[in-house]
């Protein structure tokens, strides 16, 4: 039987036997509004990004809400020796930045979320650099795609990953043990956009809507009142 969204069942069940047990060790839970997310269907899960350790953690909340991860990697990663392999089997999808082939990420994620599955996007492009770890300015392809495609975008905010792995260590802080906070939103409206060709401004207003979104999620994680507009690295 074919498992076009998800990995072979070898793959998929080595992957829930390590990082299960891994991330209840390294962590604890604050999870909250998993029923928010949708058990069947396309649909693109839109996450803040603080950590390299975050899209680990970020699975097992998916997964135990019914919902295998489709994962969006740098393309390199999937050369590393063992682990280019393993993400390649549990069906992750290379990102081509900045060569003529950088448009077959997002191909890739439409045909995955026409085989119903849940792509795990992170609007940000990387983690974020904002001083104070709110989300940065969002790239575009997370709102081409649900726009192209119709899929629902759900925003999902998390908290406490940095503080088990701060952004360019390498050594995690495993004392004291941290908490993993996940709040999950309802979907995004992106209706005002429906039947507008997806030209610059338009996919730039639906970013910033869904960036806003996943801000709110992690201001209510935070407790605290969120930056009146997303940090932008590159100054504009």
Request: no cysteine; net charge positive.
């Given at each position: 039987m074919s498992r076009p969204t998800r990995p072979p069942r070898f793959w998929e069940t080595l992957a829930v036997v390590i990082?299960?047990?891994?991330?209840?060790?390294?962590?604890k839970r604050d999870w909250r509004h998993g029923e928010r997310i949708p058990r069947t269907g396309g649909v693109i899960i839109?996450?803040?990004?603080?950590?390299w350790t975050d899209?680990?953690?970020?699975?097992?909340?998916?997964?135990?809400?019914g919902r295998w991860?489709?994962?969006?990697?740098?393309?390199?990663?999937?050369?590393?020796?063992?682990?280019?392999?393993a993400i390649k089997e549990l069906r992750a999808i290379p990102v081509h930045r900045g060569s003529s082939e950088a448009?077959?990420?997002?191909?890739?994620?439409?045909?995955?979320?026409?085989?119903?599955?849940?792509?795990?996007f992170y609007p940000e492009g990387t983690c974020t650099r904002d001083p104070d770890l709110w989300p940065m300015v969002?790239?575009?392809g997370a709102a081409r795609l649900a726009l192209e495609s119709g899929a629902q975008?759900?925003?999902?905010?998390?908290w406490g990953a940095h503080e088990l792995l701060p952004y360019g260590e390498k050594r995690p802080r495993l004392f004291p043990r941290k908490t993993f906070r996940v709040s999950v939103g309802p979907p995004v409206d992106l209706s005002r956009y429906e039947g507008l060709p997806a030209h610059a401004e338009v996919l730039r207003e639906a970013t910033d809507d869904i960036v806003m979104a996943i801000t709110a999620q992690l201001a209510e994680l935070r407790g605290e009142k969120a930056p009146e507009a997303p940090y932008d690295p590159a100054g504009r």
């Open positions: 990082v299960k047990p891994l991330s209840r060790l390294l962590v839109a996450a803040n990004h603080l950590s899209p680990v953690l970020l699975s097992h909340f998916l997964y135990n809400n991860p489709i994962i969006l990697a740098k393309a390199g990663v999937f050369k590393a020796p063992v682990i280019g392999h448009a077959r990420s997002l191909h890739d994620a439409a045909e995955r979320l026409r085989q119903g599955g849940a792509i795990l969002g790239k575009t975008v759900i925003p999902v905010a998390h």
